[in-house]
């Protein structure tokens, strides 16, 4: 990916849903680069159960594009981490890297950006993507929203005063907060 971006107009990204069983890490991490490397688009894995849904994941994206692109004031060296740091709105990277890869079978939002058929191709030959059913990574049950609040640091107060239904808006307004933070 090219550092010279000077609109977020011009860098197209695509969210898609994925599987993975990860037995090592640092095996996984280098294929994904590779594929980067060999394609020239950014692969970002977010772990699906630590965000709430799709329009988290393009919220802090969005901010991750404006601050390593466009202000050009990011906090980490990579924009694949700025964009884990703005999925956790969390300054610490050792905090953001919980929301990427873990050992095991993971549900992830990969993010590619610039878009790129090539890097989905070849990132699929060690992730099983799935576009069956988009609303199935929508879920915010009781477990995940109680997940997400510690996460978060939302209280039940807030919860309660906007309602089950609003609960994503209150994990992007975190996002939105870390701005201010910053």
């Known amino acids: 990916m090219t550092d010279e971006m000077t609109s977020g107009d011009e860098m197209r990204c695509e969210i898609r849903r ?45 901010h991750a594009i404006r601050s390593y692109y466009l202000e050009r004031t990011p906090v980490a060296n990579s924009f694949e981490m700025e964009t884990l740091l703005w999925t956790g709105a969390t300054r610490q990277c050792t905090d953001a890297t919980s929301f990427g890869i873990h050992p095991g079978g993971c549900r992830l939002f990969v993010v590619f950006c610039p878009a790129s058929a090539a890097a989905a191709h070849d990132l ?31 209280t039940v107060e807030e919860e309660a005063a906007v309602g089950p239904d609003r609960f994503a808006e209150l994990v992007m307004e975190r996002v939105a907060l870390l701005e201010v933070y910053r």
Request: some cysteine; proline content about 4%.
């Open 18 to 62: 994925a599987y993975a069983d990860i037995v090592n890490e640092p095996e996984f991490l280098a294929a994904i680069r590779r594929v980067a490397k060999r394609t020239g688009s950014a692969v970002i894995c977010i772990d699906a159960d630590r965000v709430a849904g799709e329009a988290h994941v393009r919220a802090a994206l969005s």
């Open 124 to 154: 699929a030959q060690i992730v099983t993507f799935d576009d069956a059913d988009p609303s199935a990574w929508e879920d915010l049950g009781p477990e995940k929203r109680a997940c997400l609040r510690g996460l978060f640091g939302i």
